[in-house]
């Protein structure tokens, strides 16, 4: 087992309030409609609170995963900082023993914010994760908050 963590930052233009909204507490909402290429569909199993879970099922784009089920550890809504972690599907068992993540949001201006992601795992063997995997897990998180940023900006009255 090779212990990994990578860390990123995006600056956005929408308020830290929606952004926070709609990519950590309506996600499971949310991303189906904003990336639907790649989202088929999400439950969530709770109040969407800390011990609540959110399962995302994936389309064939995203293959070889077809789903990713995380458990929500924190949902602090004064620091604006989720932390889950992934309990089935996803990289698990593939070429990860545990998957979890920190986002956090923080106000830069009345209508910009910047997330904050930092993304730690274990692989199954006692190899590290090959550069490109490690890149893919820096890259998506900033993907999806540039689209969340731009299904906001398209739609201004979403999580107002």
């Not at 569909?41 to 011990?51: I, K, P, Y």
């Not at 106000?107 to 992601?117: E, F, I, L, R, Y």
């Amino acid at each position: 087992m090779v212990a990994g963590c990578c860390t990123n930052e995006v600056t956005v233009n929408v308020s830290v309030h929606r952004m926070w909204k709609a990519a950590a507490c309506e996600d499971h909402i949310l991303l189906p409609k904003i990336i639907p290429e790649y989202f088929a569909g999400a439950e969530l199993v709770g109040d969407g609170e800390a011990g609540s879970t959110k399962t995302f099922h994936f389309t064939p784009a995203a293959e070889p995963l077809t789903f990713v089920k995380d458990h929500v550890e924190v949902l602090d809504h004064g620091s604006h900082t989720r932390r889950y972690k992934a309990i089935e599907g996803g990289h698990l068992g593939r070429t990860l023993k545990s998957h979890a993540f920190e986002v956090k949001f923080e106000a830069t201006g009345a209508d910009s914010c910047v997330v904050k992601t930092k993304t730690e795992y274990d692989t199954i063997d006692d190899a590290p994760l090959p550069e490109d995997e490690v890149q893919k897990m820096t890259d998506v998180p900033v993907r999806m908050m540039k689209s969340v940023e731009a299904y906001l900006i398209a739609n201004p009255g979403v999580c107002a």
